[in-house]
T-cell receptor, first 114, second 112 residues
Framework: EPEVTQTPSHQVTQMGQEVILRCVPISNHLYFYWYRQILGQKVEFLVSFYNNEISEKSEIFDDQFSVERPDGSNFTLKIRSTKLEDSAMYFC????????????FGDGTRLSIL | KQEVTQIPAALSVPEGENLVLNCSFTDSAIYNLQWFRQDPGKGLTSLLLIQSSQREQTSGRLNASLDKSSGRSTLYIAASQPGDSATYLCAFVSGGYQKVTFGTGTKLQVIP
């Protein structure tokens, strides 16, 4: 069964550094999402992306964050200047042609900011 | 703003028992509801999706219902097994198109 893949599984970065998290959504999906889960807390929506532009974003997704689909298969989340509070599990998800379809999640990237 | 609450936060049951997990929400203007399971250190696995116009969905031993008028959804698990042990999350697409709100989760332990 096709799946969403995320790399790396664990990323350790110094505070203030830029980090890029990578995702390969399911190939025929058109809607893409990023979520984060701080340890012990609930999953939080960050951003949704369709037709090469952001369609919805949360208040968490400030100017430090950006998303890109650089080559038609990868979907990336960039954090420009990481802070300690950015430490979390980051999940990528994708869904089929209609946004009302089920979202399929990757296994996540654990981001640790030192 | 959508608020989603799941009760109980944790549940421990003996193998074979039928159980119900609850999810309540405040904004009835939803597009759909999705139930997920999350295993430790893993991503989210989609279990069931209920569209706004539907009242329930079934998959194997799982049955999810949606009552928009009361702001509630339930996930029924029949004949629970140790492999069902995980955290179960409900999530809603509502308000802004594609904006998803997750519940706090119910951590289920099925004891052999």
């Amino acid at each position: 069964e096709p799946e969403v893949t995320q790399t790396p599984s664990h990323q350790v970065t110094q505070m203030g550094q830029e980090v890029i998290l990578r995702c390969v959504p399911i190939s025929n999906h058109l809607y893409f999402y990023w979520y984060r889960q701080i340890l012990g807390q609930k999953v939080e929506f960050l951003v949704s992306f369709y037709n090469n532009e952001i369609s919805e974003k949360s208040e968490i997704f400030d100017d430090q964050f950006s998303v890109e689909r650089p080559d038609g298969s990868n979907f990336t989340l960039k954090i420009r200047s990481t802070k300690l509070e950015d430490s979390a599990m980051y999940f990528c998800a994708s869904s089929e042609a209609t946004a009302e379809g089920p979202q399929h999640f990757g296994d996540g990237t654990r981001l640790s900011i030192l | 703003k959508q608020e989603v609450t799941q009760i109980p936060a944790a549940l421990s049951v003996p193998e074979g028992e039928n159980l119900v997990l609850n999810c309540s929400f405040t904004d009835s203007a939803i597009y759909n509801l999705q139930w997920f399971r999350q295993d430790p250190g893993k991503g989210l696995t989609s279990l069931l999706l209920i569209q706004s116009s539907q009242r329930e969905q079934t998959s194997g031993r799982l049955n999810a219902s949606l009552d928009k008028s009361s702001g509630r959804s339930t996930l029924y698990i029949a004949a629970s097994q140790p492999g069902d042990s995980a955290t179960y999350l409900c999530a809603f697409v509502s308000g802004g198109y594609q904006k998803v709100t997750f519940g706090t989760g119910t951590k289920l332990q099925v004891i052999p």
